[in-house]
Structure formats: C-alpha cells, structure tokens
C-alpha cells in the first residue's frame, strides 16, 4: 500500500513525519543515483505498522567503500610525502665537496683525518691556559691579586724557578695604572708547535685595546716552553687539587716578533 493510504491509521503529527521523511530520501536519491534491485528488505520499526519502499541498503555500501579507497590513497600519500621529508633532512646543512679532474671524469677528495692523542690535547689545553694567564691583563684588582698568588692555578702550574722568575719581573705599578685606566689586553694562541719531546713553541697574539680609542695594537710573540709532569704521590695537597694531572712548565722563554696596527 502507498503511504498516503497507510497514513490515515496514523495522527497529523506522525504524517508530516512521514512525509518530511520522504522528502529527504527523495533528495538523497536524487544525488545519489543508485539503480535499485529488487530486495525484500525493510529497514526500520516502519514495516511492522505500514508498508514502504525499502532505502537501497547496497547505496550505502558502494559509498562506504569509495570513503575507504580514498581514505587508503590518503594514508599512502601521507606515508611517502613522510618518507621523502624524512630523506631530505640530512639536506638541511651545507657540506662542501671537493673534487678534482682525472682524465675525463671527476673524483671526490675525501677529508683528510687527523688522529691526535688524548695526551697532546690534553697539553695542548694545559700550555693555552698557562699562556693567557702569563700575558693576559686581569680586568679589576681583585683578579689581579687572585691569579698571579702563591695558592693560584698559575702558581700549581709553574716550576719554582720559572714563578720566582716571574714574580722578580712583574711590574706591579704599571699593571694597576693599565687596570685603572680601564685597558684591556688579551691573549689569542695561533699556533702550538712540538719541537722534541716536552720542548714546545707557541707563536701568540696579544691584543691592547684602551678606553679612548677606537683602533688596537696588536703584537705577536713566540713562546719557547720546556713542560713535565709532577707525580703527588698519594699525599693530597692544595696543588693537586688545583692542577691534578700535574702539569709543570719548567723552562719558560719569551720571543718579540712584532706589532701591527690595523685601521
């Protein structure tokens, strides 16, 4: 029976129901066509009160399955678009590449590596800190007086007679009038070099700069360095606990190079 016939067993209210639902499955149809089989299925508690046309179950079924093809083509997209973000990040930074001809085709030069020993860094690192503070210019009194003491680090580092030497050639005064006029000197290690055994030149720079002047002197030194180890023994004393490896510079020597004023 068509439903305007069934409708009557029904109050006003259920029938607008009824037709603004049939309205909405007429729309439905219409954008989505669908040739409809013959099936004996009724969806819905309808059935039981009043005879209708079955919805098209297989529409749903045919759509769900479009849905899930296009949701699968999304998740592969995703996982390649992943997969090439993910080779290109080592691409993020600059790497220089040389190469160099042979006949008619090009060969890449692999970098060269230097193996160097745990002990000449570690000696290296011991001679640059020695270095700035030998010829670096403490900034306020206080520094001053701290650095260049019996119980310093400068101190656990030098010889008795390489300190005794130094301090007999301090210039105390012309420190303090440097320090007062607020001039800064600083000390930049160019280059180390191993002459024999613990015998070693450092060429270094230091740079003056003073208050009133915008240029900087800038002079150039050798170094000549004779270096050893003290063993503590297992007695701890303050030395050690400041320079623990036991870094010792015997023999220390000074060379002039020379000055240049950059513009």
């Known amino acids: 029976m068509m439903w305007p016939v069934t409708c009557k067993k029904f109050k006003k209210n259920d029938c607008d129901a009824i037709i603004k639902r049939e309205i909405v499955m007429f729309i439905f149809s219409s954008l989505f066509r669908y040739k409809d089989r013959k099936t004996p ?10 005879h209708i046309k079955a919805m098209p179950e297989r529409r749903y079924l045919w759509t769900a399955r479009v849905l899930a093809i296009a949701a699968m083509i999304n998740i592969s997209l995703m996982i390649v678009l992943t997969m090439i973000i993910y080779l290109l990040l080592p691409q993020k930074g600059a790497r220089p590449l040389l190469y ?13 590596t230097v193996w160097i020993s745990p002990r000449r860094l570690l000696i290296e690192s011991h001679i640059r800190q020695f270095v700035d503070m030998q010829h670096s ?21 030098c010889s008795d007679e390489v300190y005794n030497s130094f301090k007999s050639n301090l210039q105390t005064d012309l420190i303090k009038k440097m320090i007062a006029k607020h001039i800064t000197q600083d000390v930049e290690v160019e280059d180390i070099k191993n002459i024999y055994n613990d015998f070693y030149i450092v060429t270094f720079r230091i740079i003056t700069k003073f208050p009133d002047k915008d240029d900087v002197t800038i002079s150039r030194w050798h ?3 004779h270096i050893g180890y003290q063993n503590y023994g297992q007695n701890i004393t303050p030395q050690q606990l400041l320079n623990p490896h036991g870094f010792k510079v015997l023999s220390y020597d000074v060379g002039y190079i020379g000055t240049s004023n950059p513009k």
């Open 137 to 157: 210019l403490p900034k306020k009194f206080g520094e001053f007086y701290a650095r260049w003491s019996e119980n310093s680090l400068f101190r656990a580092y």
């Open 100 to 112: 160099r001809q042979n006949n008619t085709e090009l060969q890449q030069i692999m970098p060269q």
């Open 41 to 50: 299925d009724k969806l819905g508690l309808y059935p039981l009160l009043f």
């Open 223 to 225: 170094a000549y360095m």
